[in-house]
Nanobody, 119 residues
Framework: QVQLVESGGGLVQAGGSLRLSCAAS????????MGWYRQAPGKERDLVAE???????NYADSVKGRFTISRDNAKNTVYLQMNSLKPEDTAVYYC?????????????WGQGTQVTVSS
């Protein structure tokens, strides 16, 4: 099992910044990617950004140039630096970890952290 604990959400004005953290623990063998997803009320959960164990990154078009994902392998922690926040970024942000198909594909989710951007 893998446990993911998010932190860093909150209320911020438009144009402001927040940094989310996701600390992973448990059996991390074979975890090859971690990322952030978000879900606004009445909408589906969508990818925000992800990073592989090799450091490759992928971003949703809506956050490119504003958000940066990074990881500290020594701390088993992934970060999401969010700048120039907009009201449409308001959502619950979830951390996700993915175990490689080589070791039996499985995904794990954190409990979510609320991000609210006021206009």
């Amino acid at each position: 099992q893998v446990q993911l604990v998010e932190s860093g959400g909150g209320l911020v004005q438009a144009g402001g910044s927040l940094r989310l953290s996701c600390a992973a623990s448990g059996n991390l063998f074979g975890i090859n990617a971690m990322g952030w997803y978000r879900q606004a009320p009445g909408k589906e959960r969508d990818l925000v950004a992800e990073i592989t164990i090799g450091g490759s990154t992928n971003y949703a078009d809506s956050v490119k140039g504003r958000f940066t994902i990074s990881r500290d392998n020594a701390k088993n922690t992934v970060y999401l630096q969010m700048n120039s926040l907009k009201p449409e970024d308001t959502a619950v942000y979830y951390c996700r970890a993915e175990r490689s198909r080589i070791y039996g594909f499985r995904q794990y989710w954190g409990q979510g952290t609320q991000v609210t951007v006021s206009s």
